[in-house]
Nanobody, 128 residues
Framework: QVRLVESGGGLVQPGGSLRLSCAVSGRTGDVYGVGWFRQAPGKERESVAAITWSGGIPSYADFAKGRFTISRDNGKTSTFLQMNSLKLGDTTLYHC?????????????????????WGPGTQVTVSS
């Protein structure tokens, strides 16, 4: 089992920044990648960014490129999502998910592959 716990959400004005953290624990040796996702009420789950757990290779949704940065610590215990230039449309629940390694998996799969573990999420509200 892999446990994920998010933190760092909150209320921020448009144009502001937030840094989300996700503590990853348990059997992380099986983890191929960790992704940040968001899902607003009535909308589909949306990939924000992902990172391969071993190599630290990042990938981003188009809306996140240039504004958001995903990273992980060298000890592979946490992943972070730095969000800058936040917009009203970024308001929603953000959660981090982990996927186990599967044969043939590549970094580009992290946006769409089914994930195995997920955290409860942290709320981000962008409002003036």
């Amino acid at each position: 089992q892999v446990r994920l716990v998010e933190s760092g959400g909150g209320l921020v004005q448009p144009g502001g920044s937030l840094r989300l953290s996700c503590a990853v624990s348990g059997r992380t040796g099986d983890v191929y990648g960790v992704g940040w996702f968001r899902q607003a009420p009535g909308k589909e789950r949306e990939s924000v960014a992902a990172i391969t757990w071993s190599g630290g290779i990042p990938s981003y949704a188009d809306f996140a490129k240039g504004r958001f940065t995903i990273s992980r610590d060298n000890g592979k215990t946490s992943t972070f999502l730095q969000m800058n230039s936040l917009k009203l449309g970024d308001t929603t629940l953000y959660h981090c998910d982990a996927v186990r390694w599967r044969l043939g998996m590549t970094p580009s799969d992290l946006a769409t592959t089914p994930y195995d573990y997920w955290g409860p999420g942290t709320q981000v509200t962008v409002s003036s």
